[in-house]
């Protein structure tokens, strides 16, 4: 008869056709369909493990056909949340369970309005957003202030994108709206002609603008362009309008520009028309946010009413007669009064500790966002709805916006929670009609479906496909190792496990994923396969092709794991992020997964039909490479059985102190050698030799070995390995 080492190497050296030949067959077939076609369809444990179909057809996949019986036992196996260790399914020695735990999601993934690797991003730009206004405030005025002096003609100044924005930002005029042959006239016009065009337009803003600049009628220069005056007061204006938060610099620019500005101030209406001069006055005699601005009006012009709410230092610092109006030959205010207004405002201006409020701010949309469950709750989740919050902390939605750069003035209320209610993938949703690519990211910055709820995040890999990929890929890394040398690479490992989750969850094509080696590297090594073996075209190749199709590219290669780490990722055949290979309960890459196994499993029994050490050998081949230790051999049938057969060893050894056992695993066996496959090929050509000198070339008395209807390891044995594993 042929001998055990032939007959394994005719189906291991054909393995994929041996495989196809299996899936094909009619029953595997049928199941198979059955399973791909029903799996999604399932919501729950319950409805899972009624379906016998369903339920079998996993139990086989993945080693447990011997519990299919034990229900309530696989119950809380499938309900076990592999994040906590203690959870049932991490407490069992056999990694089977665990193993069949990860392949189903019935635990669930989290709606969240934002993952934490969102929410650092989010809240990292936020941070930094003060940091880059300052710079950005400061790198502006550097270049005006070097500039400005030399522009000859008003047609130099609005022929300069960067000096007539920060001419028009400076007095709080639109960038995009205001016309450059408007601004022409204005700057052209003669302010000391009451009929010119600027005094016409009755708005003394344009009259303010006009006088910064010295331009003749014609649109020539009257040497300097402009004082030093008015150049402080263009500076200071700037500054004052491109700053979102209280600093020392932004208080002097209010002081430069009330010095400059009150000098010129002739009625009360003009002073409220002026709102930093409003600003300034409100600070300087503290008045609160609550209080309205008639307040300053009324206390300038009379001083019995300015007394009685409290603001008769207002009063008296300036010169204002009853009607609002100045006497002939008087001032707003003399240089006393300036000084003293300039002193209380000075007194008031509380400059932010940036550090401090920003900590806050972030500290307290941590808090609230973590409650946050509807796009409701995130626009009205603010500081104060709660008595303990800072009333200073901003709104989640005024944060969020300027993280993207977003001002306060571009974007209301309104505009965000239909930015927010937006589909992505729609490119006629309302957030894709914007066309800007801030409110594009901003949007993907959150996680709410179109009922305005929280939903799960659509990631490139879902977490807990993430959670399976970096878990076997540490395995893999300290597999065999210990002390130092097991440290170090636990924390190498664990580096690149931060890397991949944190990047899974920011990109958004398969190119960016295979672009970049560290997530390649990590991905095919989860699998148990060494980068240097693929190259990149093929990778493309694969990531291209369609897992579902059993004619594609990447189901005609001669290893499967490639099929499951492409059904893995959330893409469609285009390499775009597509919901539709979400799946439910299951992942498309762990029903990939599961198929694959049920081929294999059924392979290995055919076989062991004919001859149980062809199963063995086939199944050792299978495992080795997971093998981590004496006691996976030890713990495991099968294993058991091809090691003392291997050997030539008693099934008596199982009676022996458990630890002696496992010195004489490690004795016989290099555990480092499982995951050389040459090394592997050697122990399945002693363990056939060994096995047909023990049984001939017939089938052995323990033909039943892997259906759990034999037992070659002692109780003893397998609690003690139990308890050694879990410990």
Do not use: C
Not at 16 to 41: M, Q
Not at 232 to 244: G, K, N, P, R, W
Not at 411 to 439: A, C, G, H, M
Not at 642 to 660: A, I, R
């Amino acid at each position: 008869m042929v001998s055990t080492y032939l007959s394994y190497l005719s189906v291991a050296n054909n393995l994929n056709k041996s495989l196809s030949a299996v899936a094909s067959k009619g029953a595997v077939a049928s199941d198979t369909t059955y399973y791909k076609e029903n799996i999604g369809k399932v919501t729950t444990v319950d409805e899972f493990m009624d379906d016998y179909r369903l339920y079998s057809y996993a139990m086989k996949a993945y080693g447990l056909e011997d519990m299919t019986y034990a229900k309530a036992f696989m119950k809380k196996v499938l309900e076990s949340d592999l994040s906590d260790s203690s959870s049932f399914a991490n407490t069992l020695s056999d990694d089977r369970y665990s193993q069949f735990a990860s392949a189903f999601k019935f635990v669930g993934e989290d709606a969240t309005a934002q993952t934490s690797v969102q929410q650092s991003s989010l809240l990292a730009e936020y941070e930094s957003s003060f940091d880059e206004e300052s710079d950005s405030i400061t790198e502006a005025t550097d270049y005006y202030d070097s500039s400005i002096n030399d522009v000859t003609s008003v047609d130099d100044l609005l022929g300069s994108t960067k000096l007539r924005n920060y001419v028009l930002e400076a007095f709080g005029l639109s960038t995009d709206y205001t016309s450059t042959s408007f601004l022409r006239d204005v700057l052209t016009s003669d302010v000391d002609d009451p009929d010119s065009y600027v005094n016409q337009l009755g708005d003394d803003a344009y009259v303010n603008l006009a006088k910064a600049f010295n331009f003749n009628t014609d649109g020539s220069v009257s040497d300097p362009l402009q004082s030093d005056d008015q150049k402080s007061l263009v500076e200071s204006m700037y500054a004052i309008s491109s700053s979102t938060f209280a600093s020392s610099s932004v208080g002097e620019s209010y002081t430069t520009y009330f010095q400059e500005r009150i000098g010129s101030i002739t009625s009360v209406d003009q002073l409220m028309a002026d709102d930093k001069l409003v600003t300034y006055l409100r600070t300087a005699y503290g008045l609160a946010d609550s209080d309205p601005d008639n307040y300053i009006s009324a206390s300038l012009k009379s001083s019995s009413l300015a007394t009685a709410i409290g603001l008769g230092d207002l009063h008296d610092a300036f010169n204002f007669d009853s009607d609002g109006a100045l006497a002939d030959g008087t001032t707003a205010q003399t240089s006393d009064q300036t000084t003293a207004t300039t002193t209380a405002f000075t007194d008031n201006y509380n400059v932010s500790d940036v550090d401090t409020w920003i900590e806050a701010s972030v500290a307290n949309y941590q808090t609230r966002l973590a409650s946050v469950t509807s796009i409701e709750d995130f626009l009205t989740s603010n500081a104060d709805d709660d008595d303990d919050s800072n009333d200073d902390d901003a709104e989640l939605w005024q944060m969020a916006a300027r993280s993207f750069g977003i001002g306060s003035s571009e974007i209301t209320k309104s505009q965000f929670r239909k930015i927010l209610e937006s589909d992505p993938s729609d490119p006629n949703s309302y957030v894709n009609q914007l066309n800007d690519d801030r409110f594009t990211a901003l949007r993907d910055a959150y996680n709410f479906g179109s009922d305005g709820k929280t939903s799960v995040p659509l990631l490139a890999m879902s977490q807990s496909v993430i959670d399976d990929f970096v878990a076997d890929y540490k395995q893999n890394k300290i597999r065999h190792l210990s002390g130092t040398d097991k440290t170090e690479a636990s924390t190498a490992a664990d580096t690149e496990m931060s890397y991949f989750a944190t990047q899974m969850a920011t990109l958004k094509t398969a190119s960016d994923v295979l672009a970049d080696d560290r997530l390649v590297n990590l991905m095919l090594e989860a699998k148990g396969i060494d980068p240097a073996d693929v190259t990149d075209t093929e990778l493309k190749k694969m990531f291209a092709s369609d897992p579902d199709d059993p004619d594609s590219y990447v189901n005609g290669l001669s290893d499967n794991r490639f099929a499951e780490i492409v059904g893995s990722f959330n893409f469609d055949t285009e390499g775009n992020l597509s919901s539709d290979a979400e799946g439910t309960v299951q992942q498309r890459g762990d029903v990939i997964e599961t198929v694959n196994n049920y081929v294999r499993q059924t392979l290995e029994s055919d076989q062991g039909d004919s001859n149980t050490g062809v199963r063995l050998a086939l199944y050792f081949e299978r495992m080795a490479p997971s093998v981590s230790s004496a006691y996976d051999i030890l713990g495991d049938d099968a294993l058991f059985e091809f090691f003392t057969t291997s050997f030539g060893l008693s099934s008596y050894v199982s009676n022996m102190d458990v630890e002696k056992q496992a010195e004489m695993v490690t004795n016989f066996i290099d555990l480092d050698d499982l995951s050389d496959p040459d090394k592997v090929t050697d122990l399945i050509k002693r363990f056939t030799a060994m096995y047909d000198t023990s049984n001939g070339t017939t089938t052995s008395s323990a033909a039943t070995i892997l259906s759990g209807s034999s037992t070659t390891i002692s109780a003893d044995t397998l609690l003690a390995v139990a308890q050694l594993k879990s410990g």
